[in-house]
């Protein structure tokens, strides 16, 4: 429960947030008609905000972050005594946290050998971008430069991985961007753009990855970047046939695959990595959310020997490493939360409930599709689930982005937070977002359940 009461000064603390907080993704007209939510504490599944008011956490911290819960005192007493004892080196520099979790890390991903350390899923990105744009220069005279990346996944908020952003919504307004990024087909099947189902449609929408390279000119093409499961553009899982074919067509053309797995990693899909679900090999893998569940900033670009060797060819060249810093990948307290957190995981067997939890709630969302109409379709994997609003199945016509959002604050009033993706997409979807951490039970499952249940009712009859 919670243990503290609220500051005698809430109010002021409150209006200092009004007047001085820019806050992310909120209107400001928000700010001039109603309150800023303040969340004051957590502990579990569970926040309080300003007025005391408790929420069950449906989406672990707003975007799939805190994956072990809020309070963990073990966390907080690893990062304490880290600090005290050493805050922080340059990453030129080795850490004893931080060669201690690259060793946990590495030992979850057969296959991969180098952890570099830096700290938001944005950067950890540009750092894969950069080790593709060096190796193009170094091995192919700057030719094997492109990026591919698809539509509908999110990789970050910077101009370099805006560039590779698949979400048109979120790029309005801040072009031109970076050159040398190149957008293939989503993989959706409920928003089909193939006469085809199921395995069939999985191979064709990556032989569209294929024909996208051959336009190109292979030659051209250093990098694939994806989500396993893309997250933010509408929970989108692949269809079967698709990863195995992926990896078939990067292999043929000599193209470095980098999953994004700042959303799915760490336990988020009932894997250690959602890329594991579909036995592919991938070149980078970069992480950030649930590498240390927020209690720390921390993010990695994981790679396999193989892309480490290719900076190490020529030893007499002064300029032949990889020429990059992040002044923050050297904090300590990142990795020395990342390795409780990794512990706690595996001590509660954390994986296997979210499996189990996973399965639950998506059957709870199934049955919920059944009494209404305006879920289109439920997807997802493990506890990473969203429920796609259309106003007429037939046709698959969106609900109103304010209808969606109107499901949203219900849920919320009623002490449960949800969230929505895939905001003002003329002709595609609103989804419904569903992160629990990975230690919900199914009295937990129930309670997020059964308000959207009520908000569905309420907002659309
Ligand atoms: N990649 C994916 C798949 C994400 O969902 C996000 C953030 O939501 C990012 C990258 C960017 O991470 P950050 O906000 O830590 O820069």
């Not at 109010?11 to 007209?29: C, G, N, S």
């Not at 805050?87 to 004893?96: E, L, Q, T």
């Not at 190149?182 to 449609?201: F, I, K, S």
């Not at 790679?303 to 060819?313: G, H, I, Q, S, Y």
Request: proline share 4%.
């Amino acid at each position: 429960m919670m243990d503290g009461t609220l500051p005698n000064d809430i109010a002021k603390i409150v209006e200092a947030d009004r007047a001085h907080v820019w806050h992310h993704l909120m209107q400001h007209k928000t700010f001039e008609t109603g309150e800023p939510r303040i969340i004051v504490e957590g502990r579990g599944m569970r926040v309080w905000d300003q007025h005391g008011k408790e929420h069950i956490d449906g989406v672990s911290g707003g975007v799939w972050t805190v994956n072990v819960g809020y309070g963990r005192e073990r966390i907080a007493n690893a990062v304490r005594d880290q600090l005290i004892k050493l805050n922080y080196f340059a990453g030129s520099a080795g850490s004893i946290p931080g060669a201690l979790f690259s060793e946990k890390l590495i030992s979850k991903m057969p296959g991969m050998s180098r952890v570099y350390y830096t700290n938001s899923g944005s950067e950890a990105n540009e750092k894969a971008f950069k080790m593709v744009r060096q190796i193009a220069h170094k091995r192919y005279g700057g030719k094997k430069y492109k990026i591919l990346y698809r539509d509908r996944d999110y990789h970050g908020s910077t101009l370099g991985t805006m560039s590779c952003g698949g979400q048109d919504e979120r790029n309005a307004q801040y072009g031109p961007f970076a050159p040398g990024f190149v957008r293939v087909p989503h993989c959706l099947e409920y928003r089909a753009q193939w006469d085809l189902t199921g395995e069939d449609y999985g191979i064709r929408a990556a032989d569209a990855i294929e024909e996208v390279i051959l336009a190109e000119g292979p030659d051209t093409v250093g990098a694939l970047c994806l989500e396993p499961v893309t997250a933010g553009g509408g929970v989108i899982t692949p269809p079967p046939g698709y990863w195995p074919r992926v990896q078939e067509i990067c292999r043929k053309y000599d193209i470095l695959l980098h999953i994004d797995e700042v959303v799915c990693g760490i336990g988020r899909t009932g894997t250690w990595f959602g890329y594991q679900h579909y036995g592919v090999e991938p070149d980078f893998v970069t992480m950030a959310k649930g590498v240390a569940s927020g209690y720390a900033a921390i993010a990695c670009c994981v790679t396999n020997e193989k892309v480490f060797d290719m900076f190490k060819e020529d030893m007499t060249d002064p300029l032949d490493y990889f020429r990059d810093i992040s002044t923050f990948g050297g904090c300590t307290a990142g990795p020395a939360a990342a390795l409780e957190n990794m512990a706690i995981i595996e001590e509660e067997d954390l994986l296997a409930n979210t499996v189990a939890m996973g399965d639950y709630m998506i059957d709870q969302l199934r049955a919920l599709q059944d009494k209404h109409a305006v879920i289109g379709q439920v997807r997802g994997k493990g506890l990473f689930l969203g429920a796609e609003l259309v106003a007429d199945r037939s046709t698959k016509e969106p609900v109103p982005e304010k209808q969606a959002q109107a499901v949203v604050a219900d849920c919320m009033a009623q002490g449960v937070v949800i969230g929505v993706t895939n905001r003002s997409i003329p002709g595609f979807n609103n989804t419904l977002c569903y992160s629990p951490a990975l230690i919900a039970t199914k009295s937990d499952i129930d309670q997020i359940v059964e308000a959207t249940d009520k908000a569905l009712t309420k907002v659309f009859g």
